[in-house]
């Protein structure tokens, strides 16, 4: 690679790709083989793969005592941990959410036949606008689940106002947001309860895996019946449930990428801060910024690319991809535009336009202890010579 680029260069002109490999948004964080090995080999010998081992009630305790809350309930993924949280609090009728978010925000409210009813962001932080929210409350609604989205806590304290006022139940999609905080305490502690996210693309991933935390007895004790098919004891069914069990080896990856923590989040801030070097002064090319005075996991580079910029966001996209660097346009194209949703409300966009602008902006650049400077400086090479 030549340290000044022109666009003959670049992949798109014949020239060959940048990389050699294709570099991805979302490649595992993963800690020490020789640890989960370890584990791996015990639960082998224990022959307790499942149901409640001894590494699923290890894994929940360490999570809980990290981000300092009461209870943390291990599910399979994510999007159970939603559903099994959301009927938990026996939200129904009408649920607000964004619309900007990952599409199993949504799906884990209809997949139980509760409408989710998209409200608008603030288009300077991506997350929902409290005012927005209070114009879709009606007299269905039953709750409102905000998504802390990127890791940056989403309106915690307008939205409990709002839900107060109208008597509604809030919790957290926090599956971007494990070792963050709002107002210096980490995110978990907030709602009636947060679920996280810990598939294999996320900051702290268990493989596959989710769960709830909550500082809520009762609400707990709930979760781990209907995780469990309401078992409470042998023979004994005492309450509706699926089967929504993180499995041993899950536990086994959690707990060792725990003890990795500290050196992902160094990684990605290293990688943000080049990132944000790379690009600096680039026409209509924001970069999203984190506040350093809350703890950040930086998981996500996020930039929007505003009209002032010379070229389109898809363009950005395009010869990104041809240079082998698989960037995605997440969350585009919003909730409300997708095939399930889009036939039943063809004019939510109308009160979405926020939505509707961030989600056509927006590009997601590879991050990760995978990811280094030198490989920084070429993805940001690659954009600058496109200006
Ligand atoms: N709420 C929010 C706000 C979420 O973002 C998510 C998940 C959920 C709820 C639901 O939680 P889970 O039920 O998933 O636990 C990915 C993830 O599959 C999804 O978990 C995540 N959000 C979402 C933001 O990203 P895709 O469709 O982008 O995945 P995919 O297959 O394109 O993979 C992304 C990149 O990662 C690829 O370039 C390949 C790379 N990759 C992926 C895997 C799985 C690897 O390099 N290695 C791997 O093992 O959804």
């Given at each position: 690679m030549k340290a000044i680029l022109s666009k003959q260069d670049l992949a798109i002109n014949g020239a060959p790709a940048a990389f050699d490999q294709v570099l991805h948004v979302g490649r595992p964080n993963i800690g020490s083989r020789e640890a989960f090995n370890s584990y791996v080999d015990a639960m082998f010998e224990s022959r307790w793969l499942s149901n409640n081992g001894p590494l699923v009630q290890a894994f929940e305790q360490r999570v809980a005592n990290y981000l300092g809350a009461k209870h943390c309930v291990a599910m399979c993924n994510g999007t159970v941990a939603l559903e099994i949280a959301i009927r938990a609090l026996g939200l129904q009728g009408e649920v607000i959410v964004p619309s900007y978010t990952f599409i199993a925000t949504a799906h884990a409210l209809s997949w139980q036949g509760i409408t989710p009813v998209f409200a608008d962001i603030d288009p300077l932080t991506h997350n929902l606008d409290p005012v927005a929210v209070e114009r879709m409350v009606t007299p269905r609604t039953t709750g409102i689940i905000g998504v802390h989205l990127w890791g940056r806590a989403a309106p915690v304290e307008d939205l409990q106002a709002i839900a107060d006022k109208h008597g509604l139940q809030v919790m957290f999609d926090a599956a971007h947001a494990f070792s963050c905080s709002h107002h210096g305490q980490k995110i978990g502690n907030f709602g009636r309860c947060e679920v996280f996210s810990f598939h294999a693309t996320k900051f702290f991933n268990t493989f596959e895996g989710g769960a709830v935390v909550t500082n809520d007895d009762e609400l707990a004790e709930t979760m781990r019946l209907m995780r469990n098919f309401g078992?409470?004891?042998?023979?004994?069914?005492?309450?509706?449930?699926?089967?929504?069990?993180?499995?041993?080896?899950?536990?086994?990856?959690?707990?060792?990428?725990?003890?990795?923590?500290?050196?992902?989040?160094?990684?990605?801030?290293?990688?943000?801060?080049?990132?944000?070097?790379?690009?600096?002064?680039?026409?209509?090319?924001?970069?999203?910024?984190?506040?350093?005075?809350?703890?950040?996991?930086?998981?996500?580079?996020?930039?929007?690319?505003?009209?002032?910029?010379?070229?389109?966001?898809?363009?950005?996209?395009?010869?990104?991809?041809?240079?082998?660097?698989?960037?995605?346009?997440?969350?585009?194209?919003?909730?409300?535009?997708?095939?399930?949703?889009?036939?039943?409300?063809?004019?939510?966009?109308?009160?979405?336009?926020?939505?509707?602008?961030?989600?056509?902006?927006?590009?997601?650049?590879?991050?990760?202890?995978?990811?280094?400077?030198?490989?920084?400086?070429?993805?940001?090479?690659?954009?600058?010579?496109?200006?």
């Open positions: 078992f409470a004891g042998l023979d004994n069914v005492i309450h509706p449930g699926t089967n929504g069990k993180m499995i041993e080896v899950a536990a086994a990856m959690g707990l060792v990428n725990l003890d990795a923590i500290d050196s992902v989040i160094a990684a990605n801030r290293r990688n943000y801060h080049a990132y944000a070097t790379g690009l600096s002064g680039l026409p209509g090319l924001t970069l999203l910024p984190y506040d350093e005075d809350e703890q950040n996991n930086f998981q996500y580079v996020v930039i929007e690319v505003g009209e002032e910029c010379p070229v389109s966001r898809d363009q950005i996209i395009q010869t990104l991809h041809a240079e082998n660097v698989l960037a995605r346009k997440y969350f585009w194209p919003g909730c409300h535009n997708m095939k399930p949703y889009r036939e039943f409300y063809p004019h939510a966009g109308l009160l979405l336009p926020q939505t509707q602008l961030i989600a056509d902006q927006v590009v997601v650049l590879p991050t990760g202890p995978t990811i280094d400077e030198f490989m920084i400086d070429i993805v940001t090479s690659i954009i600058r010579v496109l200006m």
